[in-house]
């Protein structure tokens, strides 16, 4: 919803239903006695056990050896495997686990020492859905695999871990497993020790995730409001004054196997003759940690005559208290198909906000830029830590922002479509523009890539999980 640094113009704040107060990054679990004196063992069978394969099958069992009851959350293990080429990538996915595939977690790393058996590895890791394990209990079964990205046969019989003689569960050294982020299970290849604090892949903490495959009805499906979506109806900025922000504009369908939600906008030339539609999460919680839409974006209205100065957007904001805040927040991705804010044709803009004077107008922000199209569908990744903004566009590196304009406070998720202004279209024929979400991603306090991203998506939808939300209020 954010102005461009070459624009000029007034601002109206978003109506944001919860205003909440900041909270500290929750750190790395805290390795507990109860942790130290912990002590696991891992089963391991294949379910795939030819030398090549399409996908590779490692199935597990998880037991607590130990005295003490073992957090699942704190829990990692590794899979370690030879790729098939330097280039190669993998996707991870669940088939069955008797905890919920939705509470398992699988992503890929690269071995700082690379052997002739092994130079990646897949991890797997829990949510704090999957519960705990009392001594002597296991998960039970875990059916796991993972597969080329471009779905080419892979070879196995050269991986580390693999064996493909076992068809039934037994204990496995050739994984190894981590509790609280000390090894207490197997051996990895030689000189890769997954506690090594030099492995520039090991996972941070936190991990409480948002994930929403947008499996609704209607605007007024209650679901959406359990689930902690707001659909506007409010008036206000941004954009053209007098314009209505419509809830039932925001309609829900199939496509492409998958529900996807749609926020139509459209005009006859007046603002009286304008709507706007938005979708926002009532609670501000979220701040640090990886957040991800796939998103479709319109070049052209669904009807009537094309050249509206339309916003199209995925980005997460707080409120401004005052002018020049400096707690202030705000992270946008902006398709503007027909231009505005000084821009003549189509444009992608990435900004981090450190604040704004709403009047006389004044931002302190940063951005990046792509100007060419960018209709269809698109996969938006923006990353948060104590560093950097970093933003992804399709997997690929779109721009990284300085660490000034880094969050104080936590922020709500938004989707929107609206017009700047009506001086790029004045005729008063009827128009509409769509822009359509497939599904929305928040992980709390770790940076994913944008494959980890991918890997954790098809696994929710491959355990047929529409809806999760971990992530505590601050």
Not at 27 to 55: E, M
Not at 143 to 149: D, E, K, P, T
Request: proline fraction near 6%.
């Amino acid at each position: 919803m954010s102005t461009r640094p070459t624009g000029r113009r007034t601002r109206a704040a978003l109506a944001l239903t919860a205003l909440l107060g900041g909270a500290a990054l929750t750190g790395l679990p805290a390795t507990t006695a109860a942790a130290a004196d912990g002590a696991l063992a891992v089963q391991y069978r294949t379910g795939s056990g030819g030398a090549t394969a399409d996908q590779s099958e490692p199935w597990f069992k998880v037991r607590n050896t130990g005295s003490t009851t073992v957090q699942l959350s704190q829990v990692k293990i590794r899979y370690y495997f030879k790729a098939d080429s330097p280039d190669a990538s993998y996707r991870f996915a669940c088939s069955w686990a008797v905890r919920g595939c939705s509470a398992v977690t699988g992503t890929f790393g690269t071995l700082a020492h690379p052997t002739a058996t092994a130079d990646r590895y897949l991890e797997i890791g829990f949510t704090s859905s999957a519960g705990s394990l009392a001594p002597g209990a296991d998960t039970g079964d875990m059916q796991l695999r993972f597969h080329r990205a471009d779905w080419q046969t892979l070879r196995q019989s050269d991986d580390y871990s693999f064996d493909g003689a076992r068809t039934s569960y037994a204990d496995w050294d050739r994984v190894t497993a981590q509790l609280a982020g000390a090894t207490v299970w197997g051996a990895a290849p030689k000189g890769n020790d997954p506690t090594d604090p030099t492995d520039p892949t090991d996972p941070p903490g936190g991990g409480q995730t948002l994930f929403d495959d947008f499996d609704y009805t209607s605007h007024t499906d209650p679901a959406i409001s359990a689930h902690g979506w707001s659909v506007r109806s409010n008036s206000g900025g941004p954009g053209v004054p007098g314009a209505t922000w419509d809830p039932s504009k925001v309609t829900f369908s199939a496509s492409g196997g998958n529900s996807v939600m749609n926020l139509e906008t459209s005009t006859a030339g007046t603002g009286a003759s304008t709507t706007h539609t938005e979708v926002l999460t009532r609670s501000m919680k979220f701040r640090n940690g990886t957040y991800a839409a796939r998103v479709r974006f319109s070049d052209a209205p669904k009807y009537g005559p094309d050249g509206d100065r339309v916003v199209q957007t995925f980005f997460t904001i707080n409120d401004l208290k005052a002018p020049m805040a400096d707690d202030y927040a705000e992270y946008d991705f902006e398709y503007l198909p027909n231009g505005g804010w000084g821009e003549p044709s189509n444009i992608l803009y990435t900004t981090s906000w450190e604040t704004y004077n709403p009047d006389p107008w004044q931002a302190v922000n940063q951005h990046s830029e792509s100007r060419r199209s960018f209709a269809g569908w698109h996969d938006l990744v923006v990353t948060i830590d104590n560093s950097a903004i970093t933003y992804y566009v399709d997997g690929q590196h779109f721009g990284t922002h300085d660490a000034a304009y880094l969050p104080e406070r936590p922020m709500s998720i938004n989707f929107n479509q609206w017009l700047i202004d009506l001086d790029g279209q004045t005729s008063t024929t009827p128009r509409a523009y769509d822009q359509q979400v497939d599904y929305v991603l928040h992980v709390k306090d770790q940076v994913l890539t944008p494959a980890q991203v991918t890997t954790k998506i098809n696994a929710y939808r491959g355990a047929g999980t529409s809806f999760v939300d971990e992530v505590p209020a601050p």
